[in-house]
C-alpha cells in the first residue's frame, strides 16, 4: 500500500464529503484503540472541526489513559480539535437497574456489551445534531465486511466510514506514518465492551493477521478443502462468522408487497 498518498486521499474524501454536505466537522468516539486514532487523526487533518468524545462505561484505566492520551496529542498537532468527557457509567446502571433480574447473569453479558455500544452512539449523534457534524466510523475492512466484528447500530451505527476499505495492517501503517502513539500501536486489540481485559482475538478466536488472510484467499474462491492445520481452522472460523453476520453487513430485509396486493 502507498501508506502516504492513501492517507491523503482519505483526507481528502472525509473533506469533500463534509464540504459538499454542508457539514462543519466531525464527531468521533476515542476508545484508546487503534481504529478510533487514526480515524480521528484523519478527521483532524482535513481542517474541519473535530470533536472526540471519551465516554467510558466502566472503563479499564488502561483505556481511558490510552484515549487521553492520544486526545492530548492530537491538540497538540491540530488547532481545530476539541475534547469532551462524557461518563455514561451512571447511564448505564441505571439502563441496568430498570431491566428484570435474570437467573443467570452470564447469559445477558453479550446483550449488555452491545447496549454499551449502542450508548454511546446515541451520545455520538446528540453532539452530531447539536453542532452540526458527521458521526465518523472507525470500523475497518475485516471487522466490517469480513467478520462483522461490530454491534449493529452501536459502533455500526455512522455517517461514514473512512477505514472501512482498509485491512487492519493497513490502520497500523497509518498510524505509524503519522505518529500515533506507541501505546496504542502496541496496545492488543479490544472492543472495551467487556468491563475486563479480553482482547478481539479471545472473543474471535483468530489474530486480525489470520482474519485477514482468510479474507484474501476466500476472495479467491477457496474453500476449507484446499487447507490443513491451523490455516483451515481459521477458514472456517472465517466463513462462519461471515455467514452468522451477513444481516449486519446487507441492507435491512424489507418485505415488498406484491402490485395485485395494493
Known amino acids: 500500500m502507498q501508506t502516504e498518498k492513501v492517507t491523503n486521499h482519505i483526507v481528502q474524501w472525509l473533506k469533500d464529503y463534509a464540504t459538499k454536505a454542508n457539514i462543519k466537522g466531525f464527531v468521533i468516539g476515542i476508545s484508546g484503540g487503534i481504529d478510533s486514532a487514526v480515524t480521528s487523526t484523519l478527521c483532524a487533518k482535513t481542517g474541519l472541526e473535530l470533536l472526540c468524545l471519551e465516554m467510558p462505561i466502566h472503563q479499564a484505566l488502561s ?41 443467570n447473569e452470564e447469559e445477558r453479558f453479550l446483550s449488555l456489551a452491545n447496549a454499551r455500544a449502542r450508548l454511546r452512539m446515541t451520545t455520538l449523534y446528540y453532539f452530531a445534531g447539536l453542532h452540526g457534524y458527521l458521526v465518523a466510523g472507525t470500523g475497518n475492512k475485516v471487522e466490517d465486511f469480513g467478520v462483522g466484528f461490530y454491534t449493529k447500530y452501536g459502533d455500526g451505527g455512522v455517517d461514514i466510514s473512512p477505514i472501512a ?43 486480525y493477521p489470520e482474519l485477514e488472510w482468510a479474507m484474501h484467499e476466500d476472495d479467491k474462491k477457496k474453500t476449507e478443502n484446499d487447507f490443513t492445520g491451523r490455516q483451515k481452522e481459521v477458514f472456517i472460523l472465517y466463513k462462519k462468522l461471515n455467514r452468522a453476520n451477513q444481516h449486519k453487513m446487507n441492507p435491512i430485509p424489507i418485505c415488498e408487497i406484491p402490485n395485485d396486493l395494493k
Not at 481545530?80 to 446502571?93: A, S, Y
Open 165 to 207: 476499505d482498509l485491512m487492519k495492517s493497513e490502520v497500523y501503517a497509518i498510524a505509524q506514518l503519522a505518529g500515533v502513539n506507541s501505546d496504542i500501536i502496541e496496545a492488543a486489540p479490544t472492543d472495551g465492551l467487556w468491563g475486563d481485559d479480553r482482547t478481539d482475538e479471545d472473543q474471535i478466536g483468530a489474530s
Open 63 to 103: 483505556h481511558v489513559s490510552r484515549a487521553s492520551k492520544h486526545i492530548d496529542w492530537l491538540q497538540d498537532n491540530f488547532s481545530n480539535v476539541k475534547r469532551l468527557e462524557v461518563n455514561l457509567t451512571p447511564v448505564f446502571d441505571s439502563f441496568i437497574e430498570t431491566l428484570p433480574e435474570v437467573k
